[in-house]
């Protein structure tokens, strides 16, 4: 062990025999708030969305059905689900087990024979389900199993559907139990020989996550199934109000969409026009279906009701230069182009105002779609850069990063093809608490002092001012029990996202964007069940800082073993914050000396604590870890930091 090592031990042993005792003993702890450093971008607080597992669908959007374009055959075959261990992916670790869609979750009412698929001129997709009515008075019809439902809550959806030959009574009915008192039931309209939508509308009898959705018919003939759609009623134009209002919490100022890896087999015309006729397609980088429901425009309406800023990603993997540009001119051209006639066809007149754009994802990775050698890529990159720029002199390009060769190399061709480099985190779990949230702090740090190298080394490159969107990060590990990549998060992650944050802040002269991965169940800040949604401890912390913590970051210093303790002035520099991570098992005493601010006895805040460091918040209990308001004595400038906790406070500045 080191001196300094045994020192920061020392102090620490006795902060611990001391504190416990009651004693006064307290490390000293540095603020100089008349040393403040570059102010910290609100682009730090970002968030990103993927078309992965249930971040979109089953999380923000709020169709309860999950296969309504039937690109699953219906053929009675047994179970539409399954356990699925997805391969290992390079640096991302072993696959662990979740469910996912590998048949039609549609069942058949009635004998095998009762549905085929009609695979000539289909409405949308490769084929239809057709129900076959066999003049019998015997009812015959699909059904969609498995829908949460709840009790006295309202329903709302549409089936598209045309008939031949002489169709009977043709009903929609929502189920929560097995007799014929547990259906809500809607008889339609006869459908014509043509595709026409019927709409219908139910409340739900009981509580039960073993609803079914029934389309069933009598007659002589046959009825065919467009696509059929079941939203709760209170749904924001499709969105999921419970998960908008928790997204409006964390407040964050940007999106990225829509990948990931994803988006490296993404073609962006699939989510334009008529919904339900946008093509489902199989994922193309991960497991499950792409409805395509949620595309371009409804990304773009998400930003507007949550109040957020667009940062879209471009396929630079298997997507080509052509499709990258008439994509931008898709968003932001007037709508006398040609790109802009076609989104004002599809309802938007006004061109969007998008700066941000993210040239690729991932591109060095043999794991992502399209990946190539380095020095062709930066040709690449070059060229798509300027297709962006020449239908958008506006827009901000992000590049490709990876610190090594690859951020070098991109630093020193393509610096003039970029506003910021984009770099990825992700963090595994450690057993010892300290350890697990070291680990990102000291991430954080090498990539900010590897860009540092790298403005020393390449000419010009400093003058460029080209900063780090670290637009992926976050913790990654554990059973996935909220869908694909679904892990929960613990007290710990917490502390460890609250020192990342720190960290950034630290060098916010380098740090510019960062986007925590994903936002909502897919390694998600916001978890979802089929009925409720719900913060996870990690959520907590970026909402508290998002929230409160101020915006120009100043010197601190301390060596006080696991505890890590940032302060920045509030924007109009009317109080200064003061924020602490402690991952040690006991309460630790920092004695605060803050140059030329007297303290008050007295200091309002917040904090995120728990004994256990690894509780965590579910749907039975998400309030187990959350923020609560303090008020915080300060003795001779001493704060108390509980154990395991996130400690904010505001120290109001007499003028």
């Given at each position: 062990?080191?001196?300094?090592?045994?020192?920061?031990?020392?102090?620490?042993?006795?902060a611990v025999f001391f504190c416990g005792y009651g004693a006064a003993y307290a490390e000293r702890v540095h603020v100089n708030p008349l040393d403040a450093h570059h102010p910290i971008s609100p682009y730090i607080y970002g968030q990103f969305i993927e078309h992965l597992g249930r971040c979109i669908y089953g999380g923000i959007w709020a169709e309860m059905l999950e296969d309504r374009k039937f690109y699953y055959a219906v053929d009675?075959?047994?179970?539409?689900?399954?356990?699925?261990?997805?391969?290992?992916?390079?640096?991302?670790?072993?696959?662990?087990?979740y469910e996912i869609l590998v048949a039609s979750p549609w069942q058949i009412l009635g004998p095998a024979a009762a549905v085929t698929m009609n695979t000539v001129e289909p409405f949308v997709g490769d084929h239809e389900p057709v129900i076959v009515l066999d003049g019998s008075a015997d009812v015959r019809g699909i059904y969609h199993p498995r829908l949460a439902l709840t009790k006295g809550r309202n329903y709302v959806g549409y089936?598209?559907?045309?008939?031949?030959?002489?169709?009977?009574?043709?009903?929609?009915?929502l189920q929560w139990g097995n007799s014929a008192a547990a259906e809500s039931v809607s008889v339609l309209e006869p459908p014509g020989e043509v595709f026409a939508?019927?709409?219908?509308?139910?409340?739900?009898?009981?509580?039960?996550?073993?609803?079914r959705l029934v389309i069933r018919g009598v007659g002589q003939g046959s009825l065919h199934v467009g696509t059929v759609s079941l939203m709760p009623e209170d749904n924001v134009e499709g969105f999921r109000k419970d998960t908008l209002t928790l997204l409006r919490e964390l407040n964050s100022p940007i999106y990225r969409w829509p990948g990931g890896n994803f988006v490296s087999g993404y073609d962006w015309r699939d989510g334009v026009g008529n919904r339900d006729q946008r093509p489902p397609r199989k994922n193309p980088a991960w497991t499950g279906i792409e409805h395509?429901?949620?595309?371009?425009?409804?990304?773009?309406?998400?930003?507007?009701?949550?109040?957020?800023?667009?940062?879209?990603?471009?396929?630079?993997?298997?997507?080509?230069?052509?499709?990258?540009?008439?994509?931008?001119?898709?968003?932001?051209?007037?709508a006398d182009t040609?790109?802009?006639?076609?989104?004002?066809?599809?309802?938007?007149t006004q061109p969007w105002d998008i700066q941000w754009w993210a040239i690729g994802n991932e591109m060095y990775?043999?794991?992502?779609?399209?990946?190539?050698?380095l020095d062709e890529y930066v040709i690449k990159h070059n060229a798509v850069v300027d297709a962006v720029r020449a239908a958008s002199p506006e827009a901000k390009c992000i590049g490709v990063g990876s610190v090594g060769k690859w951020s070098e190399t991109m630093l020193t061709h393509c610096s003039d093809h970029m506003e910021l480099l984009s770099e990825h985190l992700y963090w595994q779990r450690k057993d010892d608490v300290g350890e697990h949230v070291q680990v990102a702090v000291d991430q954080v740090e090498q990539v900010a002092e590897k860009h540092r190298g790298y403005r020393s080394t390449i000419p010009g490159l400093a003058a460029k001012d080209i900063r780090i969107a670290l637009d992926e990060w976050n913790y990654w590990y554990g059973p996935y029990l909220y869908g694909e990549l679904g892990t929960r998060y613990h007290l710990r992650d917490a502390l460890g996202c609250a020192a990342a944050l720190h960290a950034m802040f630290r060098n916010s002269d380098l740090y510019f964007m960062a986007n925590y991965a994903q936002t909502v169940n897919v390694i998600g800040a916001i978890k979802t069940t089929g009925t409720t949604a719900f913060l996870e401890t990690t959520g907590q912390v970026l909402k508290l800082?998002?929230?409160?913590?101020?915006?120009?970051?100043?010197?601190?210093?301390?060596?006080?073993?696991?505890?890590?303790?940032?302060?920045?002035?509030t924007t109009d520099r009317d109080a200064l914050t003061i924020a602490a991570v402690n991952t040690n098992g006991n309460t630790v005493a920092a004695a605060l000396d803050v140059a030329g601010i007297e303290l008050p006895e007295a200091v309002d805040g917040w904090e995120i604590r728990h004994h256990d460091p690894d509780a965590y918040n579910d749907e039975s209990r998400p309030d187990n870890v959350v923020i609560k308001k303090i008020s915080l004595k300060l003795d001779a400038g001493r704060m108390n930091l509980p154990p395991y906790s996130v400690t904010m406070v505001r120290v109001p500045v007499r003028k």
């Open positions: 062990m080191s001196n300094t090592s045994m020192l920061r031990w020392s102090r620490a042993m006795w009675g075959q047994q179970p539409g689900w399954s356990r699925h261990k997805g391969k290992q992916v390079s640096w991302k670790g072993e696959g662990i087990p089936v598209i559907l045309r008939a031949q030959g002489k169709v009977g009574r043709v009903e929609v009915a939508k019927q709409v219908f509308s139910f409340t739900a009898g009981a509580n039960t996550g073993e609803g395509n429901d949620v595309g371009i425009h409804e990304y773009m309406r998400f930003c507007e009701l949550i109040e957020t800023e667009p940062f879209i990603a471009i396929n630079t993997g298997l997507g080509e230069v052509a499709s990258a540009a008439e994509q931008v001119l898709y968003l932001t051209g007037a040609v790109e802009g006639a076609k989104r004002a066809a599809n309802g938007r990775g043999d794991w992502q779609l399209g990946h190539m050698p800082y998002r929230r409160h913590f101020g915006s120009i970051p100043v010197e601190v210093r301390e060596d006080i073993a696991g505890v890590d303790i940032v302060a920045a002035w």
